[in-house]
């Protein structure tokens, strides 16, 4: 595909635990263009954090990572170390999931920041410096300088997810993953944690992981998940907005603003070998003990036995 | 870059961080290391100079002679800075060795961390005294046989303590983190575990200088040290070769024992950390 920044290819990924396989991925494909931003969202479990981990070949000796990742046309996976090394955080950058980890405790927030600007960018301390203080003004963290100076136990979790953006929208990463980004963050702080995420965007490409369907609305392409496979993807509008596949349409009925009401029953350890999602359908038919698959309709992909186009 | 004035706030923080016993460990140290350093100002009598030997204490000479009329609190003095530093070079090399194997293999982990602690485990199997003194005995009789002894055999239990250490940080979430933003090994083992292992490899320092200590002191009360070089330990030892333990000389031979359980007890207060008041935890 010209200008694709990520092309995912039937990705499966199964975890080995005391003899028994959990399969967290079945059968991903994904394609990312240059300039494009992709929404993942689904309940917890369903296989959206392990996608993120899998493009960047953090998995590796954990699970059984089956399938082709193409990072602009290069195989993350029949990489060698150092170019690897050369992808992560300065082709792909991850924003990860929980920011009260994800700086080291003994160093000051900035001195983090700026140190990942500098090994990324290579330019030198002082740039570097007031880059990552620029980044960290822009996201609200003020005042910004004695933010810069202090060290992660003295800031709320909140700061520290920003802190975490800052690292990603500082940089002209050619994709930044970010990790449920607007955790913990009010309605004002995550319209400019969103908009500086999505200009990154402009010169790559965004793959934003959340629960929050509003957030994903502003994302041009949204993806839903479910037990490790895509079940509904296609423009943002018409997936939240108008969507077709019984899981998407009950993640929206589950939002504060839409009827608060959760999907029944829980999630299936062993889905068995038809539709993951017949057991908890309030639409299930006959034909969904048969494995569905993605198909095309009504401008979005879908994998449900049940829809017409 | 650091200041002047960035350094004392460092200080001061640390110094303030402090539990009392460690303080007065500081101290302690501290007021020795003056002591020694200034020896030849405040020293009576020069170490090496003869007298009348096995005199009983007394205002020219606080804690008498030894056997050749030499002063003995000139001598303890003189020790001062002899014993700390083959303490502390021989704490040091152990330290660097056990601090290197244990992050090394606890960070990269598979293969090279079975190796390096199978290694480690043979090490541990070495009885260490018993080879000291046959080290000692067929080496030239010098201080550095100590260094090496020590240095080379302590390793292991730091190393032990330190990959446990490491082992907790690796899986820590800005180790994660930064192998997700494309640092390399070297990068997050000198700026994420080292620091963050930085509590236990203090700890096994301190505890490395004391051990070191009684060690030194053992090995020259056993004559296996240089016979030229002024430690406690050798005084202990010629003490006891001359008769004075026979003799009952007891301001001979005590004082260099008081000081060498002083410095050592000061070195174990430095590093050692409360536990819940109840225990003491190296």
């Known amino acids: 595909m010209n200008g694709s920044v990520l092309s995912v290819r039937d990705l499966r990924v199964n975890f080995q635990t005391n003899g028994s396989k959990v399969s967290a991925l079945n059968g991903v494909d994904l394609d990312l263009a240059q300039g494009e931003s992709l929404a993942l969202a689904g309940e917890s479990g369903s296989g959206k954090s392990v996608l993120a981990f899998a493009v960047l070949r953090l998995l590796d000796d954990v699970a059984d990572v089956e399938g082709k990742i193409l990072f602009e046309g290069e195989d993350v996976y029949q990489m060698a170390h150092g170019r690897l090394l050369d992808i992560r955080g300065k082709g792909i950058c991850l924003v990860p999931q929980s920011p009260g980890t994800a700086f080291d405790p003994l160093r000051k927030v900035g001195v983090q920041i700026s140190d990942f600007i500098r090994k990324v960018e290579q330019i030198d301390a002082a740039d570097a410096r007031s880059r990552s203080i620029t980044e960290m003004d822009r996201l609200g963290l003020r005042p910004v300088k004695d933010t810069y100076e202090n060290y992660p136990h003295r800031m709320s979790g909140g700061m520290l997810e920003r802190s975490l953006i800052a690292c990603a929208t500082a940089t002209s990463s050619r994709l930044v993953i970010a990790d449920e980004p607007t955790k913990g963050l009010d309605r004002r702080t995550k319209d400019i944690a969103l908009s500086a995420l999505l200009s990154t965007a402009e010169n790559g490409a965004l793959m934003m992981i959340t629960h929050d369907l509003t957030s994903a609305k502003r994302c041009e392409r949204t993806a839903i998940m479910y037990c490790g496979e895509l079940v509904e993807i296609g423009p943002s509008e018409s997936v939240i907005e108008d969507s077709v596949h019984p899981y998407t349409k009950g993640l929206i009925r589950s939002m504060p603003e839409r009827g608060m009401t959760p999907i029944p029953r829980r999630v299936r350890s062993d889905p068995g070998g038809g539709c993951r999602f017949y057991s908890r359908c309030n639409e299930a038919s006959e034909k969904c003990l048969f494995h569905p698959d993605l198909r095309m309709m009504r401008g979005r992909e879908v994998r449900c036995w049940n829809v017409d186009a | ?282």
């Open chain 2, 1 to 282: 870059m650091r200041t002047w004035k960035g350094i004392c706030a460092y200080i001061v923080r640390t110094w303030r961080g402090l539990e009392t016993y460690q303080k007065a460990g500081v101290f302690i140290l501290l007021l020795l290391i003056t002591i020694g350093s200034l020896a030849p100002w405040i020293a009576p009598y020069d170490p090496l100079q003869t007298g009348t030997p096995f005199q009983s204490p007394s205002f020219t000479h606080p804690f008498g002679t030894d056997n050749l009329g030499q002063d003995n609190l000139s001598r303890l003095i003189y020790g001062i800075m002899n014993t700390i530093k083959i303490a502390f070079v021989a704490a040091l090399v152990s330290l660097a060795i056990g601090v290197s194997v244990g992050v090394y293999s606890g960070y990269y982990r598979g293969w090279r961390e079975d190796a390096l602690m199978g290694v480690t485990d043979l090490f541990l199997l070495i009885p260490s005294l018993p080879l000291m003194i046959l080290m000692a005995s067929y080496l030239e009789p010098s201080e550095w046989n100590i260094v090496l002894v020590i240095g080379f055999l302590w390793w292991c239990p730091t190393a032990r303590v330190v990959h446990a250490r490491a082992l907790q940080v690796r899986n820590q979430g800005y180790v994660r983190s930064a192998l997700a933003l494309g640092y390399g090994g070297p990068y997050i083992i000198w700026h994420h575990i080292l620091p963050n292992c930085k509590q236990v490899i203090i700890a096994k320092f301190t505890m490395g200088v004391a051990l070191a200590m009684l060690a030194e002191a053992s090995l020259s009360f056993l004559g296996l040290g240089d016979p030229l070089s002024i430690t406690w330990g050798s005084m202990v030892n010629l003490a006891y070769s001359c008769g004075g333990f026979a003799n009952d000389l007891w301001w001979w031979y005590l004082p260099p024992c008081i000081m060498i359980t002083l410095t050592a007890a000061a070195f174990f207060m430095v590093g050692g950390r409360k536990n819940e008041g109840r225990r003491w935890q190296i």
